[in-house]
């Protein structure tokens, strides 16, 4: 298992960019799937974007061209760049981690399939 740790999270206005992190520790990264997710209060938990040990990713498609999901091995980080910020992405976010990195498509990874390993979540706001 490996433990995660969200940051970067906050508020801004809609066409605004942040970006998310997701430290972790325990273990290498690099033998994980990882995703970032997210939920509003009463919904649903949605998949955001998906990356393998390969580095394939995949992305919702309400997100594709706007946001980049990425890792940095060497720092056992996961990124999430989020531009043109709409007020519909106002969720709290979550980074997650599935051991194998290649185990599972990157569709059912998404949906949060395999996705064992969870942060305990940061808020972005956006305001139109």
């Known amino acids: 298992a490996v433990q995660l740790a969200e940051s970067g999270g906050g508020s801004v206005q809609a066409g605004g960019s942040l970006r998310l992190s997701c430290v972790a520790s325990?273990?290498?990264?690099?033998?994980?799937?990882l995703g970032w997710f997210r939920q509003i209060p009463g919904k649903e938990r949605e998949g955001v974007a998906v990356?393998?040990?390969?580095?394939?990713?995949k992305y919702a498609g309400s997100v594709k061209g706007r946001f980049t999901i990425s890792q940095d091995n060497a720092k056992n980080t996961l990124y999430l760049q989020m531009n043109s910020l709409e007020p519909e992405d106002t969720a709290m976010y979550y980074c997650?981690?599935?051991?194998?990195?290649?185990?599972?498509?990157?569709?059912?990874?998404?949906?949060?399939?395999?996705?064992?390993?969870w942060g305990k979540g940061t808020m972005v706001t956006i305001s139109s």
């Open positions: 325990g273990d290498t990264l690099s033998n994980y799937c």
């Open positions: 990356i393998d040990g390969d580095g394939n990713t």
């Open positions: 997650a981690a599935g051991y194998g990195a290649n185990r599972y498509p990157l569709p059912a990874r998404l949906t949060g399939y395999g996705m064992n390993d």
